[in-house]
């Protein structure tokens, strides 16, 4: 990068004037270029460098026009404005990383502003939220956000904050380059702690045929910035064995991946093997957050539904075959709008480490007797019963004459080695073109 970063720098300014303008003289002394921007819902400061003023010419509103709005309707006004402003300002490379100081309605506002910031573009809050559940903030970009102690006011305390969290933004915001073996193509792969040794050693297999890879955790945020990534073109290929967030989504649970999971990679014709990893449970807090349904069905012995602690912090509850036949008609109409290479792998004896026949330290159960969520097929003991209503939903809507999608049944659990290999093979071939549906 040539000369001195050029850092965005927002604040609704006028309230937190006095502390962004610290912000920005502090900038200025660590070797950046400040450019503020004011989200003012009420008065222009009138010395911001993008100013409350110009942002209303953009929305064709006046300043006094203000006055008679909400809070939230001003806010919105501003927010879109200066989301236009900043995403030109990106195009035409004119800023380098952004910094906001803000409450509740500056943090709201500010971070999604950086939301529209490119992945990899220095993104920074100070924000008094940040000690709480900041998940509405962060969402699934790569925002950092720090406690500044106090929301307004400059003193020997919060002047320390401020001069180092400026001096950051600008470190960050002219970091080294990067050398070229940082620019291998990317396969994303989806995991859960019951499907890690799948992933890991898949992982290992990409490494060694020259791919980098990223590993998201599938909780919900882990797969919608995947699939963001996937969208904006950093991706050449996708490992999601573990479609967990689709499950949750189905169902209703917590961690669920929204309803764009596992389109992104069908649309943009990204080369993609999917499996079932984790759709065998969903994922909740502590024990009293598990919904009292559920609960009422554990206790009846419906045949899946077991409640089982993951660790003191975490709960899971296994789904029961139904469950799983429903999961599968789903995913299976988001696969028939695939435009690459798609294949969708059926471990039959188990889809995670604790969905699983009996004690096998090496794919993650070490006992004593099946997993917690195993249910056998009464037909054949081996096989999973919810592997085989989860194929029969799949098969009555996926589209089989389709030349780039198949499915594809493998005696094997999850974990297996031979199964993770089977896979990543797989996509291996997808990569190189050498796939072909009928030899597969």
């Known amino acids: 990068m040539k000369g001195k970063p050029r850092i965005l720098v927002a604040g609704i300014l006028d309230t937190k004037g006095v502390e962004i303008r610290f912000i920005a003289d502090r900038i200025q002394a660590a070797g950046g270029k400040p450019i ?45 404005a ?43 809050m100070l924000s008094t939220m940040a000690s709480g559940d900041v998940s509405s903030y962060i969402g699934t970009r790569d925002i950092a956000m720090l406690y500044p102690i106090a929301e307004v006011g400059l003193n020997a305390v919060t002047r320390q904050i401020l001069n180092y969290a400026a001096a950051a933004i600008v470190a960050m915001s002219s970091p080294p380059v990067l050398s070229s073996e940082d620019t291998k193509p990317i396969i994303a792969c989806t995991m859960l702690g019951v499907t890690t040794l799948c992933v ?57 991946g929204g309803p764009y999971r596992l389109t992104a990679a ?4 990204v080369p993609q093997v999917v499996s079932t990893g984790g759709l065998d449970l969903l994922v909740f807090g502590l024990p ?37 036949f429903a999961i599968g008609r789903y995913l299976a109409e988001k696969l028939n709008r695939a435009k690459g ?30 997993g917690p969520f195993w249910v056998g097929d009464p037909s054949r003991p081996e096989r999973s019963l919810r592997a085989k209503r989860f194929l029969e939903g799949v098969y009555a809507v996926i589209d089989r004459a389709k030349p780039n999608l198949k499915v594809i049944e493998i005696e094997r659990h999850l974990n297996d080695p031979e ?11 997808m990569l190189s073109g050498t796939w072909e549906k009928e030899k597969a």
């Open 36 to 80: 503020v921007l004011d989200l003012s819902l009420k008065e222009d400061s009138g010395w911001a460098d993008v100013t409350l003023g110009l942002l209303l010419r953009r929305t064709g509103r006046q300043p006094e026009e203000l006055s008679i709005l909400t809070r939230t309707e001003a806010s919105e006004i501003i927010v879109a």
């Open 82 to 124: 200066a989301i236009e402003i900043v995403v030109e300002m990106v195009a035409q490379k004119k800023i380098d990383g952004m910094i906001a100081s803000g409450g509740s309605t500056g943090t709201s506002m500010a971070t999604r502003i950086m939301h529209r910031l490119p992945i990899g573009m220095p993104k920074l």
């Open 200 to 256: 890991l050693r898949a992982s290992e297999h990409f490494k060694m045929a020259g791919y980098d890879v990223n590993v998201h955790h599938a909780v919900g945020a882990g797969g919608r910035s995947m699939e963001e990534l996937i969208t904006e073109g950093h991706i050449a290929g996708v490992f999601d064995v573990t479609t967990h967030e689709v499950g949750e989504f189905v169902l209703g649970g917590p961690m669920s």
């Open 266 to 269: 069908g649309e943009k014709g």
């Open 288 to 324: 009293e957050t598990v919904p009292r349904y559920l609960r009422d069905e554990a206790e009846k012995g419906l045949p899946g539904r077991v409640i089982y602690m993951h660790n003191l912090d975490i709960t899971v509850v296994g789904t029961t075959p139904e469950e799983a």
């Open 341 to 370: 290479p798609t294949v969708l792998t059926v471990p039959m004896r188990g889809w995670s480490a604790y969905d699983i026949a009996g004690p096998d330290p090496e794919l993650g159960w070490t006992g004593p007797g099946p």
């Open 419 to 429: 199964f993770v290999d089977f896979n990543t093979n797989l996509l291996c071939s």
